[in-house]
């Protein structure tokens, strides 16, 4: 039940650009993208309601493909302040009263 | 958007014990959830708790171990009961801000010896 990402680590230098894909065995009907650095609790970037989806946010966008149950999280032009850890979180639509966390993605931005 | 208070935030204990760990939030809110995230790992959904009836429990997670408590709409706690090293992890409460997505609190690092 728990989605899959991939990459499980991202290694950048400053200005590179990553990709981080969330796939799920079920039905979505959300999917929310947070940030967790070192030491601290998940930081919500975003959340993607429809299938189709486009958000961004600043130089960080996500799109939700609702029919193959994926979503991905697009950083471009990264900066140091991107390193953590990206986690994506779902609702499924058979239950969309709790967020359950995808297995997580290290990205590490060096100078 | 809610802020939450979640205390200790860290401790040490002894095996066979037991620790409650307290999330107050400064809003209302109907449903909070408590996560469990060990070392490296990702957050992983202990149970839901809703104001006035029983919390609502993951599959692997029971009442008798992580007992919850919620007395109002502001407040939780989750116990972690007969602790051994394996319930060693971080917890952390959290709240639904619809589309703004999710509030954790601070998290508690427990560490059992």
């Known amino acids: 039940q728990q989605p899959v990402q991939s990459p499980q680590a991202v290694i950048l230098r400053e200005g590179e650009d990553a990709v981080i894909n969330c796939s799920s065995s079920k039905a979505l009907y959300s999917v929310h993208w947070y940030r967790q650095k070192h030491g601290e609790a998940p930081v919500f970037l975003m959340i993607?309601?429809?299938?189709?989806e486009q958000k961004g946010h600043e130089k960080i966008s996500a799109s939700f493909n609702e029919k193959k149950q994926q979503s991905s999280l697009y950083l471009t032009a990264s900066q140091l302040s991107y390193s953590g850890t990206y986690f994506c979180g779902t609702e499924m639509k058979e239950s969309t009263d709790k967020l359950i966390f995808g297995t997580g993605t290290r990205l590490q931005v060096f100078p | 958007s809610a802020v939450i208070s979640q205390k200790p935030s860290r401790d040490i204990c002894q095996r066979g014990t037991s620790l409650t760990i307290q999330c107050q939030v400064d809003?209302?809110?109907?449903?909070m959830f408590w996560y469990r995230q060990q070392p490296g790992q990702s957050l992983t959904l202990i149970a839901t708790?809703?104001?006035?009836?029983?919390?609502?429990?993951e599959s692997g997670f029971v009442i008798d171990k992580f007992p919850i408590s919620r007395p109002n709409l502001t407040f939780s706690t989750l116990t972690v009961s007969n602790m051994s090293p394996e319930d060693s992890s971080i917890y952390l409460c959290?709240?639904?801000?619809?589309?703004?997505?999710?509030?954790f609190g601070s998290g508690t690092r427990l560490t059992v010896v």
């Open positions: 809003s209302q809110v109907t449903m």
């Open positions: 993607l309601l429809k299938g189709g």
């Open positions: 959290s709240v639904d801000r619809n589309n703004y997505g999710y509030t």
């Open positions: 708790a809703n104001q006035g009836s029983e919390a609502t429990y």
